[in-house]
């Protein structure tokens, strides 16, 4: 299976501090996409990074990927109770065309 | 706005029902996703179609069936549903309009089956 696997699988934090998220993947991959679930709902698309690019932003996002290391992380800045959600990464990879293949996902928890 | 809907958020079938649950984007979007998700397992993708009346299998197509016979719709059949199949299950769709295959998730159905 060329499933990711995102650590950590939990994360506890207080609002206004930072979360950081890891993702791992096994083959090449076209891009990485992050997505949210909130409880029990489909999942948001949150932003993307493509193989050719190491950083991304969008508003207090920020994504990098090591295609040398096959991993990418997620930084959500200045957390809010409203960010308590699901978090998952997706890899396009290369050959598979419109296929995405989903990471096992991060459940953060921001406490006020 | 982007939408893609889901027929049931809810739904309780019998062991060896017959059991369809379907998915409508607005979106012309050519690709459209059946997954499902357990938990500790991530999305697994059962099958997804990038034309109508075109189908492929995913990573865990046994026990389902599909059905695309317009863009807009794509149908996932349980042919004879077993307890094993209780799970969430997400319909996405997505375009090459970016050139990156964002999909676009409906609400999902919880399909308990007794």
């Known amino acids: 299976s060329q499933q990711g696997e995102e650590d950590p699988q939990a994360l506890s934090i207080q609002e206004g501090e930072n979360a950081t998220m890891n993702c791992s993947y096994k083959?090449?991959?076209?891009?990485l996409q992050w997505y949210r679930q909130n409880s029990g709902r489909g999942l948001v698309h949150l932003i993307l990074i493509r193989s050719n690019e190491r950083e991304k932003h969008s508003g207090r996002l920020r994504v990098t990927l090591d295609t040398s290391k096959k991993s990418s992380s997620l930084l959500i800045t200045a957390s809010r109770a409203a960010d308590t959600a699901s978090y998952f990464c997706a890899t396009a990879h290369t050959g598979t065309a419109s296929k995405l293949t989903f990471g096992t996902g991060t459940r953060l928890q921001v406490t006020l | 706005d982007v939408k893609v809907t889901q027929s049931s958020r809810y739904l309780v079938k019998r062991t060896g029902e017959k059991v369809f649950l379907e998915c409508v984007q607005d979106m012309d979007h050519e690709n459209m996703f059946w997954y499902r998700q357990d938990p500790g397992l991530g999305l697994r993708l059962i099958y997804f179609s990038y034309d109508v009346k075109m189908k492929e299998k995913g990573d865990i197509p046994e026990g389902y069936s599909v059905s695309r016979e317009k863009k807009e719709r794509f149908s996932l059949i349980l042919e004879s549903a077993s307890t094993n199949q209780t799970s969430m299950y997400l319909c996405?769709?997505?375009?090459w309009g970016t050139g990156a295959y964002e999909q676009y998730f409906g609400p999902g159905t919880r399909l308990t089956v007794t």
């Open positions: 083959t090449s991959i076209n891009n």
């Open positions: 996405a769709s997505s375009s």
